[in-house]
Every structure is written in structure tokens, then in C-alpha cells.
């Protein structure tokens, strides 16, 4: 976690894959890949997804870590508690938890 850079927001980030290409903004509707953990390894998500970046489709710590993003590109995320699924958790997501997510950008629809 130490070489992770940091999001204004407190989402930790270290890109695994740059991509190429333009880079992702609000407002940009693409096609991810998720994959996501609990700290314990426990996997939670594993799916893709269509949206439109800044519709509040994700959960916020994915949402603000796309922008900059480019097609091809695949992010490490370390999610706090409160821009995942806070004091509330959900199925198989206790309340509180720090989640760890791999997002690749598959394609972008422009």
C-alpha cells in the first residue's frame, strides 16, 4: 500500500496497466471490468459492467478513481470504508469495510 498513490478523495490507486489512448472523463460511458476483495482476500465482485462515469452507477471509491483512466488500462483501488459501502455493508460486505478492487477499462463508447 506504501507505493500507492492517493485520490483527494482517500481512494488508494497504483495503475497496473497505463492503456492508450484519450482519457477517461465524467460523463463517459464505458465498459468495465470489476473485481473486488475484502482485506481478508475474500472476493465480493467479479463483473462487468456498462455505465456512464458520474451517474452514480458504482459505488463512489470506483466512480472517482475513472476519471484519467484510458481504454485498456487496468487500476488497483483501496477503498475506505466510506466510499464503498459504509456503516451499512451489504450482503457478504460487512459495515466499515476497506475493500480492494482491480477495474480494467474494456471499452469506451464515444
Known sequence: ISDMAKLPEGVLYADLAPGDGQPLASGDSVEIGIRGWLR??????????QIRIGSGEV????????????????????????????????EGIPPDAVLVYVVEVRTVFR
Open 40 to 49: 481478508d482476500g475474500t472476493q465480493v465482485d467479479s463483473i462487468p459492467a
Open 59 to 90: 459505488i463512489d471509491g470506483i466512480e472517482v478513481a475513472l476519471p484519467g483512466m484510458k481504454p485498456g488500462g487496468r487500476r488497483q483501488l483501496v477503498i475506505p470504508p466510506g466510499l464503498g459501502y459504509g456503516s451499512q455493508g451489504r
